[in-house]
Every structure is written in structure tokens, then in C-alpha cells.
């Protein structure tokens, strides 16, 4: 029995899913990237957020060299985003949205091309985008 569902259809998807999934697979990502050395659960909590920060994941879309295709599903993404929480720019969290979509479709269907996403934000990710 596999833990990692596959789907025969991946177009039957909603794009809000593939966010959801894609907000899911990025933070355990950024958590796994701060597991060592070993900190406090606060310091790991403080980390991860700077990261999963809708203003960092929108920085760090801009540094991604993407396909026309992923270019096209991020669009997908900004344009399916729902409201914005008050205290977060409308386009911004757009672009996150959009952001956690590609990660969503990539864990669904290109593991590999998922490891080249995350190896190309590795060198961006302990940055936090300013405020």
C-alpha cells in the first residue's frame, strides 16, 4: 500500500486543491530544511514562518527559472485566489497562491522537477522577504 496517491486525471483537480496541497508540501519542506541543527520548537516555529510567509513565497517565485508551462499553471493560481487575508496585499498573496500551486501539481506529478524547484530556492530560502 502507497501513502502517495496517483491520479490518473490530474486536469479533475481543482486549482485551490493543488494550493492546499502545494501550502502542505512547502512548509514540511521549510521544516525539514531547519531541522538541523536542533533548536527550540519557538526557534523552529519563528523559521518556518518567515518562510511560509505569503510575502516570502511570493519573493521567491520571482527567483524561480520556470517552464512556459509552469509559468502558465502559476497564472492558473494567482487567478484562482480567494480573498486575501487583511493583512496581506491582494497581489501578493496571489502570487502565493500561485506559488503554491506549482509545488502542489509538481508533488502530484514531477517529484524530480519538484527537487529542482526546491534546489533552485535553497540558496533564497534563508532570506526572509522584507516587510
Not at 502507497?2 to 486543491?17: Q, T
Not at 493543488?18 to 527550540?40: C, F, K, N, S, W
Not at 496585499?89 to 503554491?100: C, H, L, N, S, V
Amino acid at each position: 500500500m502507497s501513502f502517495s496517491p496517483v491520479f490518473n486525471n490530474i486536469a479533475e483537480i481543482p486549482v485551490s486543491a493543488l494550493a492546499y496541497i502545494g501550502d502542505a508540501v512547502y512548509e514540511m519542506q521549510m521544516r525539514l530544511h531547519y531541522l538541523l541543527p536542533p533548536r527550540t520548537a519557538k526557534q523552529y516555529h519563528q523559521l518556518v514562518v518567515s518562510q511560509v510567509r505569503a510575502e516570502q513565497q511570493a519573493h521567491l517565485l520571482e527567483k524561480l527559472d520556470l517552464t512556459d508551462f509552469e509559468c502558465d499553471l502559476v497564472k492558473r493560481g494567482r487567478n484562482a485566489a480567494g480573498s486575501a487575508p487583511r493583512k496581506v496585499d491582494p497581489r501578493i498573496y496571489q502570487k502565493a497562491t500561485g506559488f503554491e500551486t506549482l509545488i502542489g501539481y509538481l508533488y502530484l506529478t514531477d517529484r524530480d522537477r519538484l527537487d529542482q524547484i526546491f534546489t533552485q530556492l535553497i540558496s533564497h530560502i534563508d532570506t526572509p522577504a522584507p516587510l
